[in-house]
């Protein structure tokens, strides 16, 4: 299995022949193999500034506790504890799996949040504008069924995108064509 951790750095494009690509700029320095298990492995990135017992437990044989880490199931091939993970496991035109934290947007309405409609301007509703109207029937079943849609937090969910392509590796920095999930600055997970 092939797989890195990295933070986005942003989006740029690139230029291949006529055509102009969008990409986001991931960067996997310090990616290192910090735990190995028989059904699968742990890769780090940085160094935590405090760690308790049990993590210095854990990661004795890495002599360092990494500040960001992420689960794979799997092996990854030929590597000891404390290896780098470089960039050049993958090649250019690999379709990988991009996987991050979307952008919290906070306390939504059913408008932004489910695209609802809300109600008309007329017929005596000046405050109905962006309402979400009934919620359920009165008698039966006399509740709110679980699952209907309403106001709440928006954003900030797991995203995977599969199938997504390496246009170019430069200097441990993959640039992954599209948008990937996140802010500046944030973890993402890469694999095949």
Known sequence: ????????????RVFKGDKVLPVSVIDITGCTLSYLEKDGFELGLGES???????????????????KREYFKGSLDEKNIGDAVEAE??????????????????????????????????HGQSDRLRAPGSIGAGTDP????????????????????????????KDNHLLILGPVPGSKGDLIRIYE
């Open 1 to 12: 299995m092939k797989a890195v951790i990295g933070i986005k750095k942003g989006m740029t």
């Open 49 to 67: 500034k405090k760690a308790n017992k049990a993590l210095t437990g854990k990661y004795k044989a890495l002599k360092a506790v990494p500040g």
């Open 89 to 122: 496991i993958f090649n250019v035109g690999d379709k990988v799996n991009v996987s991050g934290v979307s952008k919290g947007k906070g306390f939504a309405g059913v408008v932004k949040r489910w695209g609802f409609h809300g109600g008309p301007k007329t």
């Open 142 to 169: 006399g509740r709110v069924l679980k699952g209907t849609r309403m106001g709440g937090r928006k954003g900030q969910d797991v995203i995977t995108l599969k199938d997504r392509e390496i246009v170019d590796i």
